[in-house]
């Protein structure tokens, strides 16, 4: 069965740094997506950035682009999401999906940030960023 687990989530300082990392296992097929989503109190979940595992590229939303950075080690199966500059609007629950429906993020756009294209999630770390 597939299985996604996080961790790295806790509370920082703003300007501060975090990593994410996203554990899956399970998985068959040899052509997903592991994207990363937050969702803060009182607001809708939202796609923060996605990696392809077919052809290794990438998605970031505005709100992040430049400060955070998706990878993977596909030998571990597991994807990072390094966090820097953070801001108190990052706090968030943050999890990590799995979609075996887009085959590049390249391709998809982003389209490929919308949460009903990923078919398993994680139960999700807290990040806390205080000012």
């Known amino acids: 069965e597939v299985q996604l687990v996080e961790s790295g989530g806790g509370l920082v300082q703003a300007g501060g740094s975090l990593r994410l990392s996203c554990a899956a296992s399970?998985?068959?097929?040899?052509?997903?997506?592991i994207g990363w989503f937050r969702q803060a109190p009182g607001k809708e979940r939202e796609g923060v950035s996605c990696?392809?595992?077919?052809?290794?590229?990438?998605q970031y939303a505005n709100t992040v682009r430049g400060r955070f950075t998706i990878s993977s080690d596909n030998a571990k199966n597991t994807v990072y999401l390094q966090m820097d500059s953070l801001e108190p609007e990052d706090t968030a629950v943050y999890y990590c999906?799995?979609?075996?429906?887009?085959?590049?993020?390249?391709?998809?756009?982003?389209?490929?940030?919308?949460?009903?294209?990923?078919?398993?999630w994680g139960q999700g770390t807290q990040v806390t960023v205080s000012s």
């Open positions: 399970g998985f068959t097929a040899e052509d997903y997506t």
């Open positions: 990696i392809s595992r077919s052809d290794g590229t990438t």
């Open positions: 999906a799995a979609s075996t429906r887009i085959e590049s993020a390249q391709h998809m756009g982003v389209l490929a940030l919308i949460t009903g294209w990923y078919n398993y």
